[in-house]
């Protein structure tokens, strides 16, 4: 090597070891950033030679990223602030349901917040993409492998609209120690709660009255004005594996004026009942309970209770949002309802160092990240979601500080270097005198 070989090896020393200063820099300034993946350098070898003389050994930097350490969790007040546990990435997009596949990338920076139309987005600006869920509550079947069928998860001014009731579930227990006694006492009166084609909240009327025969009650039922429907007497079991279920209905009676009407299968223990309460009657079905199953109206000693699970609701505003670990976001509404609104996938790559960092702690796909899919959180091979928390970076302070040495070492030894071939040269350019 000769000395002025020994010069450019040593500016190559400087130009490798400023970057790995740079690189440090970065890491150093964007510890405390959200979702930030820190960066490093490689230093590699490079030579020039030709025909069979040796080459100049000198040295380059090569940045990387390292994408697959993940960062602490922090708590936060947010429920939309979301981390992931584990492998994956949130899909996000310039703007918002953007139509274009290549404005779609990647991040770990799950500090999200609705913008004024409702869209989250995060800090760096970036809009969070998702799965919608159709009114029949499922997604559907959507393209996992690419960006087509996502839509930016929103949740501002959502409303649902009235659902009429088409079937109550009534479970609970009648007390058997009140009947089969010289005078009953008084009926136990309670009442479901229903929905009618505008959403307005309705009540259907039931009295449950013990008989002077054991085990036996008469029940009978009343519309939402309080006008008779049926009756209907009930039977239960009273020994056996089946003792507390139904043993049978009979005395089927309809009492409802029409265009009201009240119907009654004995086989299955449903009662069909016609309200007149529109210009087209709403027609749903009172679910007591199949002769000889447990999974309605029981009878045994104790006390009476019973409870009722129907479907329909009244007109509703959204008031909060829940997302849970498989990524669900579910909406609260004023009236009690919980919907499902988006799933929220985890993207993963098959060579994550492929990436191409972007601003704003965010990734663009590349020819060498391999393939892409978007899948469910906490299933596979992706992590959970955590709400109401943040990943911070994955710098290490102590670490980066004794980088930091190592490279400011390098810098002044190969520094050294060229004062040291400086003063060579100058040496040199002597001898003539």
Known sequence: MSISSALQTGVSGLQANSKAVGSISENIANANTIGYRRGFVHMVTTTASGGNKEGVLSVAAVDEVDISSAGGLISTQSTTDLAIGGNGFFAVSI??????????????????????????????????????????????????????????????NIDISAGVTTSVTASGNLPSQDTGVATPGAPFLTSSEIFSSLGASQRIGQSWSPTSVANIWDLELSDQNGDPLGTVT??????????GSPLSYSAITSTATAPADFAFDAATGIATLTLDNGTTP?????????????????????????????????????????????????????????????????????????????????YNLSGETGSFNALQANSSTVGALNAGALEGSNVDIAQEMTDLIKAQRAFSTNAKVITTVDELMDETARLKR
Do not use: H
């Open 234 to 243: 009930v039977e239960f079991n009273d020994s056996g594996p089946e003792a």
């Open 95 to 156: 703007n918002p349901n953007d139509p274009i596949a290549t404005n779609y990338l990647l991040t770990r920076a799950g500090s999200f917040l609705p913008d004024e139309n409702g869209d989250l987005r995060n800090a760096a600006g970036y809009y969070l993409a998702g799965y919608p869920f159709g009114l029949d509550g499922t997604i559907g079947s959507v393209d996992r492998s690419s960006f087509d069928q996502m839509e930016t998860v929103n949740i501002g």
């Open 282 to 362: 709403q027609v749903l079905e009172l679910e007591l309970g199949a002769p000889g199953t447990f999974d309605g109206i029981t009878q045994f000693a104790g006390d009476f209770s019973l409870s009722f699970d129907r479907d329909g609701s009244s007109a509703g505003e959204l008031v909060r949002s829940e997302i849970s670990a498989d990524g669900v976001l579910f909406g609260i509404f004023d009236n009690g309802m919980r919907r499902a609104l988006y799933e929220i996938p985890v993207a993963i790559v098959e060579n994550p160092n492929g990436l191409i960092a972007a601003k704003g702690n965010a």
